[in-house]
């Protein structure tokens, strides 16, 4: 698999600040990995000047970033949708995945008419106002949003945003036919994004047919500034008890015996910064 090396420039820490970056500048679909998380990438999907579809694989992300931005993005909340065991938020709602007590198939209906009622309004509501419509979504529920875009003439108009990509793989394990069916939802879709800080290894991208052609985007924040991204030094300790290994760490904090780094900054001004916290 190729991979495109995106330089990215001195002084920028979250993609909102970079003036020259565009989603659409990009050969679709593509894979991108954005190489560190924290650097905004959800963020700037939810503020640039594009109308987007951003599917997340966790509803707790969904939730932080509505209460972040209100009404100015739409959440799709389809409240039939089940939490298995795991805790995990992406089970397809279907007559299998909930008791047949539970499930309504009117209360479904109503529920549904009215999602596509106030995601109509939404949408308007942003073109009226000069504004690109921001749709947020989990996997599972991506098909229904679909359905409504596809039947109104305006998934063309959208970037599709498949946040956390990796979730596709690592949470096959337990719900292997929701994620294939969310893979077979976007296969048509020609303005795609997969975006992941922490993207399969490539050799195994590769063997999977879905994914093994497309143009491999990867961002680099070291070239341009060394310091922006330093990858930490990780001190291996072996030990025969965990028990004993963590008091003697705790011990050494709590003495005041904290680890160091000590670095040359920008300036050329020698800077240090010590680690008071155990993780």
């Given at each position: 698999m190729e991979k495109n090396i995106i330089n990215v420039p001195k002084g920028i820490r979250y993609i909102s600040d970079w003036e020259d970056y565009s989603l659409v500048n990009f050969q679709f679909p593509h894979i991108l990995n954005k190489e560190i998380t924290g650097c905004g990438y959800t963020e700037y999907c939810l503020t640039c000047n594009i109308p987007i579809v951003l599917c997340s694989p966790r509803i707790m992300l969904i939730e932080n970033k509505v209460a972040q931005h209100g009404d100015d993005i739409f959440y799709f909340k389809n409240e039939y949708s089940t939490e298995i065991d795991t805790g995990k938020d992406l089970t397809k709602v279907s007559r299998s995945s909930l008791k047949e007590e539970e499930f309504d198939k009117d209360k479904y209906k109503e529920m549904l008419d009215k999602l596509y009622i106030n995601l109509g309004n939404y949408i308007t509501k942003c073109y009226v106002n000069h504004r690109y419509p921001k749709i947020i979504v989990t996997y599972d529920s991506f098909r229904l949003v679909k359905e409504y875009l596809v039947k109104h003439n305006l998934i063309q108009n959208f970037h599709i945003v498949i946040d956390e990509f990796q979730s596709i793989f690592t949470d096959s394990r337990f719900k292997s036919t929701t994620e294939m069916e969310f893979v077979y939802q976007i296969q048509d879709i020609q303005k795609l994004c997969f975006v992941s800080a922490t993207p399969m290894i490539?050799?195994?991208?590769?063997?999977?047919?879905?994914?093994?052609?497309?143009?491999?985007?990867?961002?680099?924040?070291?070239?341009?500034?060394?310091?922006?991204?330093?990858?930490?030094?990780?001190?291996?300790?072996?030990?025969?008890?965990?028990?004993?290994?963590?008091?003697?760490i705790i011990d050494e904090y709590k003495s005041g015996k904290f680890n160091e780094l000590i670095f040359t900054d920008n300036s050329n001004n020698i800077q240090s910064i010590k680690s008071t916290e155990a993780v």
């Open positions: 490539d050799k195994y991208i590769q063997q999977i047919d879905e994914f093994k052609n497309l143009p491999y985007y990867e961002f680099d924040w070291t070239t341009e500034d060394p310091l922006r991204a330093i990858k930490p030094d990780l001190k291996i300790r072996k030990c025969k008890s965990v028990q004993s290994a963590a008091k003697e």
